[in-house]
């Protein structure tokens, strides 16, 4: 299968129900967001913060299923501190690669708390294959647990709204562009695709477009199965298409993202409890859990060379030498 021009819709729904019948829903790329870029060891003590405990989970993550990675870099001997330095970052996805040859590595474009544009757009230059590239505005609020080592004696109420509009989303479209970065738009509810069409519109954006369907997250979707599906079915095509869910909507979003043929991102980004009051203690456990699902509903795991067609990706993976 040429993926370029067959792209799984999950909205077709003849596709659908001869692939089931058939057992032949395509194989799930599962993808794993490590750590994230506000919360760290003070959320959870077993979050990897460090390169080195990033690459080693990212290869524990590899060996248990995920072909697809997304990172946070954080300042060396800072590490409560989101990196905007791409020698940090290329250093990470240097140590990734070593350990996990096939893997996907995508670097987070969303900055840290403060970073300005130019900052937020370093990690293209340590060569990711692919890049987010948040669709918004999005208001958040949350609170910050206390962490003594970075002056939060205690903890801190955070408001802010993340101002990622027309001309913001085609800055980042077009720098990614130019480096040859694949854009991974994330997308959090219908709003967010009148941008996405400007996009494609521009030429900012190629078939198949790489799009992440976020449930959960505050000021966006409600994660429900209403809303996956019509987010899924809203979708400009060909997409490959990626659900993820926020905290204790993690397993139901992922359940029905596999059930409608779709990929799956997990990480202690997302999530860090496997039940109430049940702390994560390691990504690949996570990773686990999705495989273990997957495979209960039909889905075979996508290999790392399936992932690179399923998702439109060479099959020479990047080097960092």
Known sequence: ????????????EKQ???????????????????TGGVHGKESNPNLPETAEEQAQQAYDCYNAGATYVHLHARVPGQPWQTSTDSAVYRNMNRKVREKCPKIIINNTCGG??????????????????AASLDIGPLATRFIMKKRPEAGRMEDVNFEAVAP????????????????????????????????????????????????????GFQSGSYPTPKQIIHLA???????????????????????MGILMGMNVRTGMEDNLYMG???QVQSNAQLVE??????RELG??????????EILGFSQTPTTYD
């Not at 299968?1 to 077709?12: A, L, R």
């Open 164 to 215: 990622f509009g027309y001309e913001m989303t085609e800055t980042y479209a077009k720098a990614m562009m130019d480096k040859g970065v694949r854009p991974e738009v994330e997308v959090f509810h219908p709003g967010c695709w009148s941008l996405v069409h400007n996009l494609i519109d521009k030429g900012l954006l190629k078939p198949p477009y790489l799009t992440q369907l976020v449930f």
């Open 233 to 255: 079915e809203t979708a400009p095509k060909p997409s490959s298409l990626t659900v993820l869910g926020v905290g204790p909507w993690q397993p139901s979003v992922m359940t």
């Open 276 to 278: 109430k009051g049940q």
């Open 16 to 34: 659908w129900v001869n692939a089931v019948a058939q057992s032949k829903l395509p194989p799930l790329v599962i993808s794993v967001a490590l």
């Open 289 to 294: 859990k999705v495989v273990r699902l997957a």
């Open 112 to 129: 840290g708390y403060g970073a300005d544009l130019s900052q937020a757009l370093a990690p293209l230059e340590a060569n990711p294959e």
């Open 1 to 12: 299968m040429t993926y370029s021009q067959d792209v799984w819709d999950p909205s077709n």
């Open 299 to 308: 889905r075979e795991i996508a290999t790392p060379e399936q992932a690179r």
